[in-house]
């Protein structure tokens, strides 16, 4: 069970890294399920993900109280203006801006609901 949880925390990390860069996918929540997943199956690869600069105290605030820092808040909202924004100038089916915007919106609530950490 050890080799499956393992592989889906590879999976998530590296949908996370990919988040980095690409404003659809989002950091975080990948990182967290990476944590979880490597919790059961690798210590050193949970430890080193705990222990990492960037993704280590995004996790640790959000394992201590649920908490996400007002400069990933920023960060999380600027992508989803983004995202939204280019796909007003792709000229997407209205229906699926609409759906786009009720999905962002219930995003935009729960980042910004969440405590500062």
Same mark, same amino acid.
């Given at each position: 069970?050890? %080799? %499956?949880?393992?592989?889906?925390?590879?999976? $998530?990390?590296?949908?996370?890294?990919?988040?980095?860069?690409?404003?659809?996918?989002?950091?975080?929540?990948?990182?967290?399920?990476?944590?979880?997943?490597?919790?059961? $199956? $690798?210590?050193?690869?949970?430890?080193?993900?705990?222990?990492?600069?960037?993704?280590?105290?995004?996790?640790?605030?959000?394992?201590?109280?649920?908490?996400?820092?007002?400069?990933?808040?920023?960060?999380?909202?600027?992508?989803?203006?983004?995202?939204?924004?280019?796909?007003?100038?792709?000229?997407?089916?209205?229906?699926?801006?609409? %759906?786009?915007?009720?999905?962002?919106?219930?995003?935009?609530?729960?980042?910004? $609901?969440?405590?500062?950490?």
């Amino acid at each position: 069970m050890r %080799i %499956i949880w393992l592989i889906f925390g590879l999976i $998530s990390l590296g949908l996370g890294l990919i988040g980095v860069v690409l404003p659809l996918l989002p950091t975080v929540p990948f990182m967290l399920l990476a944590a979880f997943c490597f919790a059961r $199956s $690798s210590d050193r690869m949970h430890n080193w993900l705990l222990t990492h600069k960037v993704f280590g105290p995004m996790i640790e605030d959000w394992n201590r109280s649920g908490a996400i820092s007002p400069t990933a808040k920023k960060a999380a909202t600027l992508s989803i203006v983004l995202v939204f924004g280019i796909s007003l100038i792709l000229d997407v089916k209205t229906t699926v801006l609409v %759906i786009q915007a009720v999905v962002l919106s219930a995003v935009l609530f729960f980042i910004w $609901s969440r405590p500062n950490a």
